[in-house]
């Protein structure tokens, strides 16, 4: 056997590489997932965090095995994960990624292909095939179309900084509630906002120095912009970009699927998507003000001053959202 390949298993767009990796998996297993039940249940739509220079790095959750494992159950589908981000030697990674190797392979076998991180770069990705001659994946990224060339077995994940991380859906949840799906996706990000969330072992998650979340992610966001501490310079323009979608995913989320399976709680969930949609008009006039090739808008001091204006905002009508939001607990 040479080439084994799940056909169909493609990148979809979106800002968030991760949701983007997971809709075309689910969507290649039969199941059409709209971008507001992608964003809505995974928790991503209501979630702030930042870096502190705005890096893209700041926009991943923590702890991917189970903060990710957890998402695709709240997506429907039961999933194995693997993460490691340290290594002794270069063994070490070596015998690691040809397990994972092994691991993809079997599941391709069986008409399962894999989310990976660092397979055309620093993002999610999938892998769709495997050819055990050359022991190169077949892959789909954010980057088709520009970079769609094998990634050998030898470079799954990065080596700086050390990341390998694997997830592989292995079918449909069996006994899968929507509903407490939302319920969980809703509860986690108000658990991130407050800062209350707990690591793997249930004790209250340390926060690096370099993140900032919840409410104080607004603020570390309008520091950056205005000490012109932004690194890279398009990373104004990337954050603005990605909570624009999540925050417009959001909102038609609470409208649709959230109210649909909490109508006793409509009025609620109504106000809060008009939160929502309060938040997504700021962030796109937040994003016209830094253009992705126009790195000295950095240094523009009306520019500065306006962007400050609208996380105001922003940071307002998020706040209530989620005081709305956890009145439907």
């Known amino acids: ?17 991760f949701l983007g990796a997971a809709k075309g998996v689910i969507e290649c297993l039969g199941e059409e997932l709209s971008y507001a039940d992608l964003w809505g249940l995974s928790g991503m739509a209501f979630r702030t965090q930042v870096h502190r220079t705005l890096a893209p790095a700041g926009l991943f959750p923590r702890q991917w095995d189970s903060t990710y494992g957890r998402v695709m159950q709240r997506l429907g589908y039961a999933c194995i994960a693997g993460l490691r981000d340290s290594f002794y030697t270069q063994d070490d990674i070596s015998y690691l990624r040809t397990g994972w ?12 292909p894999a989310i990976a991180y660092g397979l055309h770069g620093p993002a999610f990705g999938i892998v769709s095939g495997f050819d055990d001659e050359s022991e190169n994946f077949r892959v789909s990224t954010r980057f088709d179309g520009a970079k769609d060339g094998p990634v050998h077995i030898h470079d799954l994940g990065l080596t700086d900084p050390p990341c390998v991380f694997v997830l592989i859906p292995e079918g449909p949840l069996h006994g899968y509630d929507r509903k407490q799906a939302v319920r969980e996706a809703l509860g986690e990000a108000l658990a991130h906002h407050l ?29 950056a912009l205005h000490d012109r501490q932004v690194q890279p310079h398009w990373g104004a323009a990337l954050t603005a970009a990605y909570y624009l979608e999540a925050r417009t995913h959001g909102a ?22 008009k939160l929502f949609d309060t938040q997504a008009a700021e962030l796109k006039s937040l994003a016209a003000l830094f253009p992705v090739k126009d ?17 105001k ?10 005081t709305v939001l956890a009145e439907t607990k």
Not at 3 to 8: E, L
Not at 297 to 310: N, P, T, Y
Not at 313 to 322: D, F, L, Q, R, S
């Open 1 to 17: 056997m040479a080439f084994i390949g799940v056909d169909g298993a493609r990148f979809q767009p979106c800002m968030d590489s």
């Open 101 to 112: 190797m092994g691991n993809i392979e079997r599941h391709l076998d069986m008409g399962l």
């Open 195 to 223: 800062g209350q969330e707990k690591d793997d072992a249930g004790k209250p998650a340390a926060l690096p120095p370099d993140l900032a979340t919840g409410m104080n992610a607004f603020e570390a966001w309008g520091v």
């Open 252 to 273: 038609d989320f609470l409208r649709t699927t959230a109210n649909r399976l909490y109508p006793e709680f409509a009025p609620r969930l109504q106000k809060a998507a």
């Open 295 to 311: 790195p000295v808008a950095l240094q523009d001091a009306a520019r500065i001053a306006s962007s400050v204006e609208h996380l």
């Open 313 to 322: 905002k922003i940071a307002a009508a998020h706040e209530e959202a989620m």
